[in-house]
């Protein structure tokens, strides 16, 4: 089902991911673990272009949230900061900051996310609540940043200037902003899960909170759900199985997708087989998580793909195989969200924040992908491959397959795929 809520804001992002206002731990300590966010993930500049140093070392911080909106609002500030990060460093140049302040190289990460956040809320001083708890770095940087409020309010109106641009939003290159365009207009999608709930007490509830329900997920208004929409991945190999055909999953990142397989599976005699669970520590959560959601063919393998024989006597009933390798995931429109549901390298956000992944990392992607694509390839019982990537590069999706397709080894099976 598609939901719809909310409209975009001035710049096309719905609400404001900006604010140091979060639930959990408090705004001071949430600071701190935005900027060591950015601080991870920042661009690392050569020598010559270096404006502002940042030191190694990490802020104090509290160990990361299990709350998921601490966390995504966390993801998204510091990449919100990491976009801006060359326009941020200017202002901060041009207003006379640097180098003029003495505060330490290693808080210019937390002066970065913050000046970001200053000017999201137009240079105005942030209201403190009464149970705030200070934090020294939090308030030198803030008291900084006011004490020099006039100047940067002016800096930034010289590169807005300069690039001839409405906002700061609009300094960024095109394909980011259309990125972002992307994002703010779609829709929320979820899956029902049936071992539990019908879709119609779904319907049900959702109208009861003020839904109602539309043919088409293009629809404008406010609050409104569509039904019938469908995960291509799980939906494409449910379609290709029989009753008793086993499935074997490979380099799964959100457990969900696995979830989602079974339940749509519920009624066979199937079994899933889940590949590349680094760490049995994993398993009572895991096996936990299944449970809750009545998924009860699930059975995970600690081996990496590669390392499994195509002979291995577990998986002589596996007909199809969803392969879901590692890939530059620039076709995702909200890389947060990406990375918090699939569990992927914070890493990932440098290559969203450029609209672009360099041609090694390209590289050695599409390799991986070509050696995972021929090993799934060497099973001779299995029927199809399902192959799915959240990749635009043609050299992740179309050529690797080609690429597969031309070298597979025509002896191993009675048909060849194509």
Same mark, same amino acid.
């Given at each position: 089902?598609? &939901?719809?809520?909310?409209?975009?804001?001035?710049?096309?992002?719905?609400?404001?991911?900006?604010?140091?206002?979060?639930?959990?731990?408090?705004?001071?300590?949430?600071?701190?673990?935005?900027?060591?966010?950015? $601080?991870?993930?920042?661009?690392?500049?050569?020598?010559?272009?270096?404006?502002?140093?940042?030191?190694?070392?990490?802020?104090?911080?509290?160990?990361?949230?299990?709350?998921?909106?601490?966390?995504?609002?966390?993801?998204?500030?510091?990449?919100?900061?990491?976009? &801006?990060?060359?326009?941020?460093?200017?202002? +901060?140049?041009?207003?006379?900051?640097?180098?003029?302040?003495?505060?330490?190289?290693?808080?210019?990460?937390?002066?970065?996310?913050?000046?970001?956040? &200053? $000017?999201?809320?137009?240079?105005?001083?942030?209201?403190?609540?009464?149970?705030?708890?200070?934090?020294?770095?939090?308030?030198?940087?803030?008291?900084? +940043?006011? *004490?020099?409020?006039?100047?940067?309010?002016?800096?930034?109106?010289?590169?807005?200037?300069?690039?001839?641009?409405?906002?700061?939003?609009?300094?960024?290159?095109?394909?980011?902003?259309?990125?972002?365009?992307? !994002?703010?207009?779609?829709?929320?999608?979820?899956?029902?899960?049936?071992?539990?709930?019908?879709?119609?007490?779904?319907?049900?509830?959702?109208?009861? =909170?003020?839904?109602?329900? /539309?043919?088409?997920?293009? %629809?404008?208004?406010?609050?409104?759900?569509?039904?019938?929409?469908?995960?291509?991945?799980?939906?494409?190999?449910? !379609?290709?199985?029989?009753?008793?055909?086993?499935?074997?999953?490979?380099?799964?990142? *959100?457990?969900?997708?696995?979830? %989602?397989?079974? /339940?749509?599976?519920?009624?066979?005699?199937?079994?899933?087989?889940?590949?590349?669970?680094?760490?049995?520590?994993?398993?009572?959560? +895991? =096996?936990?998580?299944?449970?809750?959601?009545?998924?009860?063919?699930?059975?995970?393998?600690?081996?990496?793909?590669?390392?499994?024989?195509?002979?291995?006597?577990?998986? $002589?009933? /596996?007909?199809?195989?969803?392969?879901?390798?590692?890939?530059?995931?620039?076709? /995702?429109?909200?890389?947060?969200?990406?990375?918090?549901?699939?569990?992927?390298?914070?890493?990932?956000?440098?290559?969203?924040?450029?609209?672009?992944?360099?041609?090694?990392?390209?590289?050695?992607?599409?390799?991986?992908?070509?050696? $995972?694509?021929? %090993?799934?390839?060497?099973?001779?019982?299995?029927?199809?491959?399902?192959?799915?990537?959240?990749?635009?590069?043609?050299?992740?999706?179309?050529?690797?397959?080609?690429?597969?397709?031309?070298? #597979?080894? +025509?002896?191993?099976?009675? #048909?060849?795929?194509?």
């Amino acid at each position: 089902s598609c &939901f719809r809520g909310g409209r975009p804001g001035p710049s096309g992002r719905r609400g404001s991911p900006c604010s140091w206002e979060s639930r959990g731990p408090g705004p001071g300590r949430a600071k701190r673990a935005k900027a060591n966010i950015f $601080q991870g993930i920042r661009l690392e500049k050569s020598p010559e272009h270096v404006l502002i140093k940042y030191g190694d070392e990490p802020l104090r911080s509290l160990p990361e949230s299990e709350d998921e909106s601490v966390q995504r609002s966390s993801y998204e500030l510091a990449f919100s900061a990491l976009k &801006f990060q060359d326009i941020l460093e200017t202002i +901060l140049i041009d207003s006379y900051i640097f180098p003029s302040t003495t505060i330490p190289d290693h808080l210019s990460s937390l002066i970065i996310v913050m000046l970001y956040d &200053f $000017q999201d809320r137009k240079f105005q001083a942030r209201l403190l609540s009464d149970n705030e708890e200070p934090i020294a770095e939090v308030q030198e940087v803030e008291s900084l +940043l006011n *004490s020099f409020k006039t100047k940067l309010a002016a800096a930034l109106a010289r590169c807005r200037i300069k690039h001839d641009a409405l906002s700061i939003y609009h300094i960024l290159p095109e394909t980011i902003r259309n990125q972002e365009l992307r !994002a703010s207009t779609l829709p929320l999608y979820a899956w029902i899960n049936t071992c539990k709930i019908s879709p119609e007490e779904v319907y049900y509830s959702l109208k009861k =909170k003020g839904y109602h329900k /539309v043919k088409s997920v293009l %629809h404008i208004d406010d609050k409104v759900f569509a039904d019938k929409s469908r995960s291509l991945a799980v939906h494409s190999v449910r !379609a290709l199985l029989n009753m008793d055909d086993d499935i074997l999953m490979v380099n799964t990142g *959100s457990w969900y997708t696995v979830a %989602h397989m079974s /339940v749509l599976t519920n009624n066979n005699t199937s079994k899933i087989f889940v590949c590349g669970v680094k760490s049995q520590a994993k398993d009572p959560d +895991l =096996k936990n998580l299944f449970t809750k959601m009545g998924c009860k063919n699930i059975e995970i393998l600690h081996e990496t793909f590669l390392n499994i024989e195509s002979k291995d006597h577990r998986l $002589q009933k /596996v007909k199809v195989i969803l392969l879901l390798p590692r890939c530059s995931g620039l076709g /995702v429109s909200n890389p947060v969200e990406f990375i918090l549901n699939e569990h992927e390298d914070t890493g990932l956000l440098k290559d969203f924040s450029q609209g672009g992944t360099s041609e090694d990392k390209l590289h050695i992607l599409a390799q991986q992908q070509y050696e $995972q694509l021929t %090993h799934a390839m060497k099973f001779t019982k299995a029927q199809a491959v399902v192959y799915c990537t959240c990749s635009v590069y043609p050299e992740e999706n179309e050529a690797v397959v080609k690429k597969a397709l031309e070298f #597979q080894d +025509l002896g191993n099976k009675v #048909q060849p795929y194509r």
